[in-house]
């Protein structure tokens, strides 16, 4: 059941920052309130990308909304950026880099990541892993998109907390 809602949310983010890769910032600043990410620091199971800094950056607003949605409020997220390819951190995140932090691969392989390009050789990369630990079931999904106006690789990390909760009867 984790698998199929976690590739169900992974696919929607894909699909989401394929249509919705442009600056939004000020939209997405109305939107949510403003203030980049949920959280203050990249969780202690997930290892940063070499070189990466935290940044400033909001998700788009399309994805906000979508995350929103899906994750009915239990999602979380932070920016970095790297001078590395959206492609390098796809070859960062390993299946077994993972699995030493406790995360599986979504799709069950040792290559976890996808990168996607147009025919310019512009892409994006996203990276989706599952845990259960704790009676939790999490989902935590990597996008790495390449900006143009910087050269630099904006890394997403958004994780979300897939858990069943106790219907009242």
């Known amino acids: 059941m984790i698998k199929r809602k976690a590739m169900t949310m992974v696919l929607a983010a894909t699909v989401l920052f394929t249509m919705a890769c442009g600056a939004l910032n000020t939209v997405t600043n109305l939107a949510t309130g403003g203030g980049a990410g949920t959280v203050s620091a990249l969780w ?42 959206a492609e390098d951190v796809g070859k960062f995140y390993t299946a077994e880099l ?25 892409g994006f990369t996203v990276c989706p892993f599952s845990k259960k630990a704790d009676g939790k079931e999490e989902v935590l999904g990597i996008i790495a ?13 958004v994780r979300i907390d897939t858990s069943s909760t106790p219907q009242a009867q």
């Open 44 to 85: 202690a199971d997930v290892p940063p990308v070499d070189g990466a800094t935290k940044a400033d950056l909001q998700l788009p607003v399309i994805a906000t909304l979508a995350m929103r949605t899906m994750a009915q409020g239990k999602a979380d997220f932070i920016a970095f950026t790297t001078e590395k390819t």
């Open 145 to 157: 998109v390449p900006d143009e106006a910087t050269k630099k690789t904006s890394i997403f990390y």
């Open 98 to 122: 993972m699995k030493t932090n406790g995360w599986e691969a979504v799709n069950g392989t040792t290559t976890p990541c996808t990168t996607t390009k147009d025919d310019k050789g512009n």
